[in-house]
């Protein structure tokens, strides 16, 4: 009578063992998660940007200790200025582009060399071919949308992915020298007609007082105190949002929701620059190009616009930038006369 109990037995012990067999070979086969921007092609596994940058020894120290300083200040203004945080929505994203590849996420930031950082990032992403000079790709490309991938463009899960496991960084200017800069680029070149229709022409109508016909129809004669008006007048951003080219950049860039790895900022823009490059380990790959325009925006030149702007105005306007002054830790300019 106990042969049937033993059977029983022996066949629980051999169904144990069978199952722990099972899991020991389902465990080794499983795959392992691949590298940031690695491809499962027997590559070897890399860093990512974001382990080299908190890992801290492979970059300068003095250089480290900068950007870490600025995370610090970012984060300081962020919990003293903002009341609420909220959660990010795709249509936030629209200005962060990807590269899978190496595990990047950049918030371009109009006028404070995005141009340039996009060659950079077609070179990366593989989208020029065999182009490896971000120079010789024409300005105009580097804007065409559908050359770069934008964070928008994923699901809600591949979002929060790459929000946790890329570098992501941004470049900064000081607000007004990039408020001149948008102005003197958009207004005061004649080939901007684009602008002239869209937005000069609503400039001149609203704030010149006695408007010719002529500056009514090409809108191509806009002062920089019309489009200071035109900036501070509620009515404006009731109507549509600001333009990317004078919007915010913590509009633009959502820094108090987003953490960037790196800020880093047009005054330092070489050096922030190969920075990301490094943290990338792609600086053997390909290089930021210098800054050889001798008509670039300076702080002295912005003074000069702000001269004739009466110091109600120019209050008004800095309120209207006072987060990117503080987020980004920039001072009140010395020209302004308001303090």
Avoid at 51 to 75: C, F, K, M, N, W
Avoid at 158 to 169: D, E, M, P, V
């Amino acid at each position: 009578m106990r042969k049937p109990k033993v059977t029983r037995v022996g066949f629980a012990l051999c169904l144990g063992c069978f199952i722990m067999v099972l899991l020991y070979f389902n465990s080794s086969l499983k795959p392992a998660s691949e590298p940031v921007g690695e491809r499962s092609s027997g590559q070897k596994s890399r860093r990512s940007p974001l382990q080299t940058l908190y890992d801290g020894d492979q970059v300068e120290s003095a250089i480290q200790a900068i950007h870490q300083g600025r995370r610090e200040v970012l984060e300081e203004a962020c919990r003293s200025y903002t009341r609420k945080r909220r959660v990010l929505i795709p249509e936030d994203l629209k200005h962060v582009i990807v590269d899978d590849q190496h595990g990047l996420l950049y918030c371009y930031v109009p006028k404070v060399a995005c141009t340039n950082w996009k060659r950079v990032l077609m070179v990366l992403t593989g989208v020029t071919g065999s182009r490896r000079d971000p120079l010789a790709i024409p300005a105009n490309e580097a804007h065409i949308s559908g050359n770069l991938r934008t964070l928008s463009e994923y699901s809600t899960s591949q979002i929060n992915q790459r929000l946790r496991s890329y570098l992501k960084f941004v470049f900064v200017r000081e607000p007004f020298e990039r408020l001149v800069s948008a102005y003197r680029n958009k207004f005061t070149r004649s080939y901007n007609t684009a602008f002239h229709k869209r937005y000069g022409t609503k400039i001149v109508r609203r704030h010149r007082p006695d408007p010719q016909p002529e500056a009514l129809e090409r809108g191509n004669d806009v002062s920089f105190e019309e489009f200071v008006y035109y900036l501070v007048d509620p009515a404006t951003q009731r109507e549509e949002p600001f333009n990317e080219h004078w919007e915010r950049v913590h509009s633009l860039c959502h820094p108090c929701l987003i953490h960037y790895d790196v800020v880093g900022k047009y005054e330092t823009l070489e050096q922030d620059s190969r920075y990301v490059l490094q943290l990338a380990g792609v600086e053997d790959q390909v290089s930021f190009p210098a800054s050889s325009k001798s008509t670039r925006t300076t702080g002295d030149m912005a003074a000069q616009f702000f001269h004739n702007i009466s110091p109600f105005y120019q209050k008004k306007l800095y309120n209207l930038y006072r987060m990117d002054f503080l987020l980004f830790n920039y001072s009140i300019p010395a020209y302004l006369k308001f303090r």
